[in-house]
């Protein structure tokens, strides 16, 4: 079920959290320079305040779709202690998932089959590992997709910790297959688009018109994964509140 919000909220939200972290980087990293604690905390710091973000945003959607940009701001007013713990577990957790893969010496044997002097196995390194690193990503992001909406929908649960993190997996679970196809539809088919415009680009030979095109494809890519990004954003919050009030779609 489809249902309005102000797109032009979302909008501003977005850029004022995206701002507001290439201020806080800019700033950290003109203080800390290359030390690693300051990295680390820096990093923990831009992470905590994507999250608060995102959380009023997602907040937004299940409570005031068609609000101003201050209502989802307000939103804020629904984080406490335990939001922030499942949502720093989550985190934690999708990272130690993107690092056990580095560490495993995925990354490695890639490299080392996708060398192009390797021209046997070169097609496996080159297409086969990317694909399997993607599914795995991909899937971790889809059992935890509603995981803002679930905590700002349960805020004041009485639940531990770990018995809200399985709750927002089972439900990501059970809306696999609606999360997939939107997430396909939204950002799937335009980055697919992208990447044949991308290699199409590579077939001209004049440089500077191949230059011009690759940025001109870039900024319209990247526009267009705005708009796509808030209108996913909210047609995943109606998966939710449909699943929530057991509204068939």
Not at 35 to 59: A, P, Q, R
Request: proline share 1%; with cysteine; glycine share 8%.
């Amino acid at each position: 079920m489809k249902r309005e919000y102000r797109f032009s909220s979302i909008l501003w939200i977005m850029i004022i959290g995206g701002l507001t972290n290439y201020l806080l980087i800019k700033l950290i990293s003109a203080i800390g320079g290359d030390n690693f604690i300051v990295d680390i905390l820096g990093d923990l710091l831009t992470g905590i305040i994507s999250f608060v973000f995102v959380f009023s945003l997602s907040s937004g959607l299940i409570r005031n779709r068609m609000g101003s940009v201050g209502d989802y701001l307000n939103q804020v007013n629904y984080l406490n202690g335990k939001v922030l713990t499942v949502g720093f577990l989550i985190s934690i957790a999708q990272a130690i998932a993107q690092y056990a893969f580095s560490a495993s010496g995925a990354v490695g044997v890639f490299s080392a089959v996708a060398s192009p002097s390797n021209k046997s196995v070169f097609a496996i390194g080159t297409i086969i590992l990317p694909i399997v690193c993607a599914i795995i990503f991909l899937v971790l992001a889809i059992f935890f997709a509603y995981s803002n909406f679930y905590l700002a929908d349960h805020y004041d649960s009485e639940d531990g910790v770990m018995t809200i993190i399985g709750k927002i997996f089972s439900q990501g679970k059970k809306l696999f297959k609606k999360t997939l196809i939107l997430g396909l539809k939204w950002v799937g088919i335009p980055l697919i688009i992208f990447l044949g415009l991308i290699a199409s680009v590579f077939l001209i030979k004049d440089e500077f018109l191949v230059w011009g095109l690759l940025s001109f494809y870039i900024l319209v890519f990247a526009v267009i994964m705005v708009i796509t990004t808030i209108i996913l954003m909210a047609r995943l919050s109606d998966a939710y509140l449909d699943d929530r009030y057991e509204i068939q779609a």
